[in-house]
């Protein structure tokens, strides 16, 4: 079996109870759409950018601003490095956000 296949379908073994959903490895584009008039700068030619990215896994539901800070708070959870420095980290808004 493919080792990539493999890793994908443990990890997806291991978080399938747990509420999370597992993404496998793979490629994407990244960036701004063809044909989008409302790209914005700092989101790359258009067409994107191909990456590729490891396997992880991802709630199942949206966590508020509220609940990732009590995962912070009882140790469980790492808090951002800095939300200051990114228009789109969300940490310092009203906790009730997504």
Request: charged letters at 15%.
């Given at each position: 079996?493919?080792r990539l296949i ?75 490095l800095t939300h ?15």
């Open positions: 079996m493919n493999a890793l994908s379908l443990l990890l997806w073994l291991q978080t399938a109870w747990a509420g999370q959903v597992a993404v496998p490895a793979g490629p994407f584009l990244m960036g701004c759409s063809k044909g989008d008039n409302a790209c914005e700068q700092d989101e790359g030619r258009p067409g994107g950018v191909a990456v590729t990215v490891p396997a992880f896994v991802l709630d199942r539901h949206e966590v508020t601003v509220a609940d990732f800070r009590a995962c912070i708070e009882a140790g469980r959870c790492t808090p951002p200051q420095r990114s228009a789109y980290c969300n940490f310092g808004a009203a906790d009730a956000r997504p």
